[in-house]
């Protein structure tokens, strides 16, 4: 099974930062990875497919990119209203999670 | 508009069998496939296996003895069932559908194992 390795798994940050979360997979795949976002209490919410797609409705200051084991997720200029916990997920084979990044304001 | 909407019981004893229903609407079951997901308190998500719009399943591997998702398309339904629960498998259980990737979800149901 695919491992991912999501870092960091905690991040404080003021608005306006550019912020970056990373997720490292045991191996290619392929840019089949999303990111998602949650907020407490409610369900994952889609922000990012296929590495760098960004899904409808989604603020352009979401950005993601990547090749073969290696990508990220950029907020260019963070807002109040990011604050959440960021999961990427593979799905290149099967199906894999990252731990999730919790994103604060500073 | 598309929605889903986990429902079942909130306390399963342990050893007991969970069962849990998705209910639909906005899309068709045999166009889409939809998936399990779960999230036990304050940690991460975990794929548990899918209903593909054709009727074939896959399964997470480590839950795969356990496991089984069926559906019945003109009630707009799928459903889990999970045996032998244990106290880790307390958390919140979602559906959600696949368009290139999850992108509408259930509400979420929360199932405490406990007796």
């Known amino acids: 099974d695919i491992q991912m390795t999501q870092s960091p798994s905690f991040l404080s940050a003021s608005v306006g930062d550019r912020v970056t979360i990373n997720c490292k997979a045991s191996?290619?795949?392929?840019?089949?990875l999303d990111w998602y976002q949650q907020k407490h209490g409610e369900a994952p919410k889609l922000l990012i497919y296929n590495t760098n797609n960004l899904q409808t409705g989604i603020p352009s200051r979401f950005s993601g990119s990547g090749s073969g084991t290696d990508y990220t997720l950029t907020i260019s200029s963070l807002q109040p209203e990011d604050v959440a916990t960021y999961f990427c997920l593979q799905h290149s084979s099967r199906y894999t999670f990252g731990a999730g990044t919790k994103l604060e304001l500073k | 508009q598309v929605q889903l909407k986990e429902s079942g019981p909130g306390l399963v004893q342990p050893s007991q069998t969970l069962s849990l229903t998705c209910t639909v609407s906005g899309f068709s079951l045999t166009s889409y496939n939809v998936h399990w997901v779960r999230q036990p308190p304050g940690k991460g998500l975990e794929w548990m296996g899918r209903?593909?719009?054709?009727?074939?399943?896959s399964y997470n591997s480590a839950l795969k003895s356990r496991l089984s998702i069926s559906r019945d398309t003109s009630k707009n339904q799928v459903f889990l069932k999970m045996n032998s629960l244990q106290t880790d498998d307390t958390g919140t259980y979602y559906c959600?559908?696949?368009?290139?990737?999850?992108?509408?979800w259930g509400q979420g149901v929360m199932v405490t194992v406990s007796s």
């Open positions: 959600t559908r696949v368009n290139w990737s999850f992108d509408y």
């Open positions: 209903m593909r719009y054709n009727g074939d399943t």
């Open positions: 191996q290619n795949i392929n840019k089949y």
